[in-house]
């Protein structure tokens, strides 16, 4: 299997413009995460799913951030208007919730950098 | 709710020196403890896990780590480190039945020749 894969890598954006990241988790995961990692903050979890329905959007930071999983195979995390502070690199992980697979597998981010 | 608190954001130590990264967590009911690694520029890769069974648990490249219940603690250890081991560490939680992964603010293993 490829693993998880988002796109970009990269993305710079200027300040107000729409950003959308992508993610392809692995074939047969039921579990999808959002993550976001800086420096100040760390690693928090943005939002998850489970079977293509969102569970728990607690860690959404504010209504410019909204994520969808439309199937099993693509999920979208989209910033509008994105703003500097939302510079960080994003993580989408998957997770296959079936007995016995407990860990996370993480794609390698998209770094966003708001100018 | 669960916390997790690694205790030292960054460790330098010397090639083939013993290393420690230490990891207290909280949690009122039973929980999944779980050590990830970082190298430069990627994502997050599981190094082990404990969730059930003896309180040791050891990675392929050496590392183990050891639940302790009374102290709520998951060390993570190395007898000998490589400069390849440089990278960052994550300690985990997740109550057992649930799914909501609790990171650490992770530490910055040096090792240095």
């Known amino acids: 299997d490829a693993g998880v894969i988002q796109s970009p890598r990269h993305e710079v954006t200027e300040m107000g413009q729409e950003v959308t990241l992508r993610c392809k988790p692995i074939?047969?995961?039921?579990?999808l995460f959002w993550y976001r990692q800086t420096m100040m903050r760390g690693l928090e979890l943005l939002i998850y799913?489970?079977?293509?329905?969102?569970?728990?959007d607690s860690g959404m930071p504010e209504d410019r951030f909204s994520a969808k999983m439309p199937n099993a195979s693509f999920s979208t995390l989209k910033i509008q208007p994105s703003e500097p502070r939302d510079s960080a690199v994003y993580f989408c992980?998957?997770?296959?919730?079936?007995?016995?697979?407990?860990?996370?597998?993480f794609g390698p981010g998209t770094r966003l950098t708001v100018t | 709710a669960q916390s997790v608190t690694q205790l030292d954001s960054q460790v330098p130590v010397f090639e083939e020196a013993p290393v420690e990264l230490r990891c207290n967590y909280s949690?009122?009911?039973?929980?999944?403890l779980f050590w990830y690694v970082q190298y430069p520029n990627q994502g997050l890769q599981l190094l082990l896990k404990?969730?059930?069974?003896?309180?040791l648990v050891e990675s392929i490249n050496g590392f183990e780590a050891e639940f302790n219940k009374s102290q709520t603690s998951f060390h993570l250890r190395k007898p000998s480190v490589h400069i390849s081991d440089t990278a960052e560490y994550f300690c985990?939680?997740?109550?057992?039945?649930?799914?909501?992964?609790?990171f650490g603010a992770g530490t910055r293993l040096f090792v240095k020749a």
């Open positions: 992980a998957s997770s296959q919730g079936s007995k016995g697979a407990y860990e996370q597998y």
């Open positions: 074939s047969g995961h039921d579990y």
């Open positions: 799913f489970n079977n293509n329905v969102p569970i728990d």
């Open positions: 949690s009122s009911v039973s929980v999944y």
């Open positions: 404990y969730l059930s069974g003896s309180t």
């Open positions: 985990a939680v997740r109550e057992t039945g649930g799914f909501k992964t609790i």
